[in-house]
T-cell receptor
Framework: DVKVTQSSRYLVKRTGEKVFLECVQD?????MFWYRQDPGLGLRLIYF???????EKGDIPEGYSVSREKKERFSLILESASTNQTSMYLC???????????????FGEGSRLTVL | LAKTTQPISMDSYEGQEVNITCSHN???????ITWYQQFPSQGPRFIIQ???TKVTNEVASLFIPADRKSSTLSLPRVSLSDTAVYYC????????????FGAGTRLFVKA
């Protein structure tokens, strides 16, 4: 069964802290994505990566960075957390053979981050 | 840039067919339309994807008119377990790769 695993389901951090959200997929997928989900706004793309060490900005990259040192792992970093980054963060992956446009996104269960 | 709009919520009864429509007026030629289902405390799960006309799989059908400015997800004979949030998504590579999710439609199926 395909699996996207996010390391923490719930995190509470203080303003200014550095936060790491980890995501691992076991499907040998080339593409990986980080989204944030907020009520009434749906899912918004923060960053994505189509290969190791490659990254592309999504719609709302400000305040975030990412790291992809291994194919199976994609990390989201909040250099200095702020209260407006309180949200649900979802990681996803997809198979490059289907292209970026078509094909299925496989999501993790999400990491709910609260910044106080 | 395509913006997706879908109803906030819908109610239905078990055994009925449910149709959820999403509008995406500015969809571009190469954009795809995908629908996802999300239960509480879980990530979204793929339901169906299409480009034009009609696509059917074992759980749903997707109807896309010729102008592609809207799409309709059809769930046949819903059950209580279909109570969830349904997201319309346009995947675009116009002006850079983008995934444009709607705000979601909360479907509540009653007995």
């Amino acid at each position: 069964d395909v699996k996207v695993t996010q390391s923490s389901r719930y995190l509470v951090k203080r303003t200014g802290e550095k936060v790491f959200l980890e995501c691992v997929q076991d499907m040998d997928h080339e593409n990986m994505f980080w989204y944030r989900q907020d009520p009434g706004l749906g899912l918004r793309l923060i960053y994505f990566s189509y290969d190791v060490k490659m990254k592309e900005k999504g719609d709302i990259p400000e305040g975030y960075s990412v790291s992809r040192e291994k194919k199976e792992r994609f990390s989201l970093i909040l250099e200095s957390a702020s209260t407006n980054q309180t949200s649900m963060y979802l990681c996803a992956s997809s198979l490059v053979g289907q292209g970026l446009l078509a094909g299925e996104l496989f999501f993790g269960e999400g990491s709910r981050l609260t910044v106080l | 840039l395509a913006k997706t709009t879908q109803p906030i919520s819908m109610d239905s009864y078990e055994g009925q067919e449910v149709n959820i429509t999403c509008s995406h007026n500015n969809i571009a030629t190469n954009d795809y339309i995908t629908w996802y289902q999300q239960f509480p405390s879980q990530g979204p799960r793929f339901i169906i994807q299409g480009y034009k006309t009609k696509v059917t799989n074992e759980v749903a059908s997707l109807f896309i008119p010729a102008d592609r400015k809207s799409s309709t997800l059809s769930l046949p004979r819903v059950s209580l377990s279909d109570t969830a949030v349904y997201y319309c998504l346009v995947v675009s590579n116009t002006g850079g790769f983008k995934t444009i999710f709607g705000a979601g439609t909360r479907l509540f199926v009653k007995a």
